[in-house]
């Protein structure tokens, strides 16, 4: 597809399981971003990559989250051990390298019971 | 002080009205500004960008950017039901070569009723 693709686009999941959610950039591009949209908070920035290397992890809440790119493409969002306050919208976005415009995906709309 | 401040509505607004949106911000490093359109249940979709201070023009849409006053707008003229949508804010800067991580505001839901 042309855009970036998140998946899954949903997912309930019992509080302490482990979680991961995926994210296929745009073709091209070599930045990768994590952000969160909690109820009331605004976008949160998370996570960013550049090729392989994330050289910014400033916003990734806990040691419960850590991410992953391979291949320069793919990349993974993890939570350890979820957390209700974990509930929140994952958006995945990639651009074609630092600092251009930057395009999101669809989300990963994650619900922690 | 939040660094960015938008005012979350919600706008209710006949078609065909002038729709204005605004958001202020606090950090004098923010050089890089976006508007950012949002469907319900659905991923920010990129409207407009625009560096540094001026206006920039995309059919109905019209981004604004005051780096004096910390102040940016947007107008969406002949504004259709379509529009109905959460509109949002970011911006990021260029201090330490952070341009990649946008400051978004809370976003506001704006209706356009037909």
């Known amino acids: 597809g042309a855009g970036v693709s998140q998946s899954p686009s949903n997912k309930v999941t019992e509080k302490g399981k482990d979680v991961e959610l995926r994210c296929d950039p745009i073709s091209g591009h070599t930045a990768l971003y994590w952000y969160r949209q909690s109820l009331g908070q605004g976008l949160e920035f998370l996570i960013y990559?550049?090729?392989?290397?994330?050289?910014?992890k400033s916003g990734l809440p806990s040691d419960r989250f850590s991410a992953e790119r391979t291949g320069g493409s793919v990349s993974t969002l993890t939570i350890q051990r979820t957390q209700q306050e974990d509930s929140a919208v994952y958006l995945c976005a990639s651009s074609p390298d630092r600092g251009n415009t930057i395009y999101f995906g669809e989300g990963s709309w994650l619900t922690v019971v | 002080q939040k660094e960015v401040e938008q005012d979350p509505g919600p706008l209710s607004v006949p078609e065909g009205a002038i729709v204005s949106l605004n958001c202020t911000y606090s950090?004098?490093?923010?050089?890089?500004f976006m508007w950012y359109r949002q469907y319900s249940r659905k991923g920010p979709e990129l409207l407009m960008y625009t560096y540094s201070s001026g206006n920039k023009e995309d059919g109905r849409f019209t981004a604004q950017v005051d780096k004096s006053s910390k102040y940016i707008s947007l107008f969406i003229r002949d504004s259709q039901p379509s529009d109905s949508a959460t509109y949002l804010c970011a911006m990021s800067g260029n201090s330490g070569g952070s341009n990649y991580k946008l400051t978004f505001g809370k976003g506001t839901l704006l209706t356009v009723n037909p």
């Open positions: 950090n004098s490093a923010f050089q890089y």
């Open positions: 990559f550049q090729g392989n290397s994330a050289p910014d």
